[in-house]
């Protein structure tokens, strides 16, 4: 079936560091890629998407590019701050049979950054 | 404004008493979803409707129940037959139409059970 892996954390930066968050996903069809943020105790809000191969996603100074031959969807942003601080999650849609649109999660990945 | 709201934002209940989580949506999105939430697991998809008086299981469906009479509510009910219920649920809606199938999330409920 579909799934979603992201790189383990904890992730700890110092204040206008470079972020990566490692994204790969195994997928039947055409599915669409998302990136989630979630700041503590709260819901989950949508940072980014793409829906199609090559397609970069943009939001706030991060993005990620729908990387098809290599199956992945990394998180960047050059300059993180401290407000940044949260936990990451990527995630696919699936894109056919009665599941059509359900989301894929990967486990999560929280930022600390530090001033 | 538009948007999701669960209620109550934390809730408390003995050990064996029947629980029920309220979702409403004034988005008009045909689709609603209900996730669980623990930590270091992601989240897991409990059930979803993507359509009035229909719904189909998630993949950790048991010990729990919905109900869709409503295109704007899908409230969900943790059962006494729910091994371990503490856990934070977070609910979502999209639009069956949209092709992109973003989700957008409530703000959560936090179920202790003790």
């Known amino acids: 079936g579909n799934s979603v892996t992201q790189m383990e954390g904890p992730v700890t930066l110092s204040e206008e560091a470079f972020l990566t968050i490692n994204c790969t996903y195994t997928?039947?069809?055409?599915?669409?890629l998302f990136w989630y943020v979630q700041y503590p105790g709260e819901g989950l809000q949508l940072l980014l998407k793409a829906t199609k191969a090559d397609d970069k996603g943009s939001n706030k100074g991060f993005e990620a590019t729908y990387r098809k031959e290599t199956t992945s969807f990394h998180l960047e942003k050059g300059s993180v701050q401290v407000s940044d601080s949260a936990v990451y999650f990527c995630a696919l849609s699936e894109s056919y049979g009665g599941s059509q649109g359900n989301l894929i999660f990967g486990k999560g990945t929280k930022l600390s950054v530090k001033p | 404004d538009g948007g999701i709201t669960q209620s109550p934002k934390y809730l408390f209940r003995k050990e064996g008493q029947n629980v029920t989580l309220s979702c409403e949506q004034n988005?008009?999105?045909?689709?609603m979803y209900w996730y669980r939430q623990d930590p270091g697991q992601g989240l897991r998809l409990i059930y979803y409707s993507q359509i009035v008086n229909d719904f189909q299981k998630g993949d950790i469906a048991e010990g729990y129940s919905v109900s869709r009479e409503k295109k704007e509510s899908f409230p969900l009910t943790v059962t006494s037959a729910q091994k371990n219920p503490t856990a934070f649920y977070l609910c979502a809606s999209s639009s069956m139409g949209q092709g992109f199938y973003e989700q957008y999330f409530g703000p959560g409920t936090r179920l202790t059970v003790t």
């Open positions: 997928a039947t069809g055409y599915p669409s």
């Open positions: 988005l008009n999105h045909d689709a």
